[in-house]
């Protein structure tokens, strides 16, 4: 199976069409619903359960971010290099029970990078898995996920036995009050330089319009200047282990690397604004600096990393329906 750059963006394309086409026919039911409403006079009331109400939701979300050109070194000045980010994923959610929420979809990543002749980087690092948990809510307050990600991690565009592995995460919040909720979870990735990390956060609403989501992997403060329109600052961390080709290390003069793991970490600061287009439909456009950028090959004690702190910036479109 073959994943190429040109498909994914075939795939984007069909994604974002798809996502329109959804947002019209809610749109127009919508409508029809409005007008219904307004000529019915009580409105029938709808049961639990009842109704025309799907126990199916879905999430699509594609997001594209390129960062500029750095220079990169380990022991050797390997030169400089640039990145184009792109994701893409649809997450759907079913109510199995009151208290119990499946939840199933599928992701694509990229990471292609520009790099100088010679250069003993990949050209591209991507991932094709699949997303597999659930909620459960406990009582009032508790809130528990589990996710897997059973799926491909690795350099080469086809699918191969040997860039398998099963990411999971797992994590839980309690809800102190309407205004504040704290969250701690954890991930483990049996590929990655430390494979079970820990991690705890808060979600606090000071106000109307602030909010601090101190939750990894995105921790920002976010300030509500309308109904649809939000501006948030603060941090993306973003961390992924892969798989390089069997001839990774030969082609490049580390013969060690052949077939070798590399952690393949970004850490972001920026701001951003969030844009509520229509009741479906979701756009985020944000920019800063790449304080950390960097290859760790862990297994063999072989690391790259970026020696300056590069701009950013992106685009996401998200649709919830």
Known sequence: MEF???????????AIGLA?????????ADDKTVSSASD????????GGGGTVSPVSWEANFSISGIARSPFE??????????????????GSYQASPGIILRFGLELQRNTF?????????????AFHLGLGADLQLGEAWLVRCEAQPGFYGEDAGVLGRDFSCPIIAGASYFVSADLQLVAGLSYNPNRKYPVLPGIGFRWKISADWVLNAVLPTPRAEYTMS?????????????????????????HGIPELDDAVVDYTEIRVGAGASWKINSVMTMEIESGCIVVDQFDFHRDDVKF??????PYGGISLKAAF
């Open 40 to 47: 019915a006079s009580p409105a029938p009331a709808v049961s």
């Open 74 to 91: 380990d022991a050797r000045v390997v030169g400089k290099v640039e990145t184009l980010d792109s994701n893409l994923s649809a997450i």
């Open 305 to 310: 990393r970026s020696t300056e702190a590069p």
């Open 20 to 28: 329109a086409f959804l947002f019209k026919e809610s749109a127009e």
């Open 114 to 126: 520009g790099l100088p002749d010679g250069a003993p980087l990949p050209d591209r690092l991507q």
């Open 4 to 14: 190429s750059w040109k498909s994914f963006c075939a795939l984007s394309l069909l």
């Open 227 to 251: 109904k649809s329109l939000m501006l948030y600052a603060g941090m993306d961390l973003r961390s992924d282990t892969y798989r390089v080709s069997d001839d990774f290390g030969r082609s």
